[in-house]
């Protein structure tokens, strides 16, 4: 951008050595994908009777394997069980923890936020959340005793091992 002079003509500006912002239009937004239902109800609980009564009496379970697939492995069922029961035990309040991650797989997935939220679907329903998303993540093709590894492992092929790069040598 030239500025005008004196004698009327255009020069370039002076380089002060401060940056200097022209006005740009403003980057496009992303186009919002639509978001799709869960593929069973809340209350189909008894669609997989095994997962309904081992969520019964042991949430913890349940919980750390929605975790682990959640998670994509960064986090182990074990690891996430064991903090879902001294949650439960020392405050009561598991669903607080669980809450977060149907948000999370809600985003992943990009499924609707029905019929409630999150939280509250957790806080008065905490079983059949966790059937739920337990039978959301087996209709999407995992085999939720095996983990995320054994699922990458079976499903996707072998696992890739992280490596550093390969570095060139340096040349004149």
């Avoid at 069922?77 to 949650?87: E, K, P």
């Avoid at 679907?121 to 739920?132: G, I, K, V, W």
Wanted: hydrophobic residues 35%; aromatic residues 10%; charged residues 15%.
């Amino acid at each position: 951008m030239s500025l005008p002079t004196s004698q009327g003509s255009y020069s370039e500006p002076a380089v002060t050595g401060f940056p200097v912002a022209y006005p740009q239009a403003p980057p496009a937004q992303p186009k919002a994908q639509a978001q799709v239902d869960w593929s069973t109800g809340l209350c189909d609980c008894f669609s997989n009777f095994q997962n309904c009564c081992l969520t019964c009496w042991c949430p913890c379970v349940t919980f750390g394997r929605v975790a682990e697939i959640v998670d994509k492995g960064s986090t182990s069922c074990g690891a996430s069980g064991a903090l879902y029961t001294i949650i439960c035990c020392f405050i009561g309040c598991g669903w607080i923890y669980s809450c977060m991650y149907r948000t999370k797989m809600r985003r992943q997935f990009m499924l609707k936020d029905s019929p409630c939220c999150d939280c509250l679907l957790h806080c008065c329903c905490e079983p059949c959340a966790l059937c739920q998303e337990y039978r959301e993540l087996e209709n999407r093709g995992f085999d939720m005793v095996i983990g995320w590894q054994g699922n990458v492992d079976q499903n996707r092929g072998v696992a890739m091992i992280p490596t550093a790069p390969a570095v060139e040598p340096m040349s004149r």
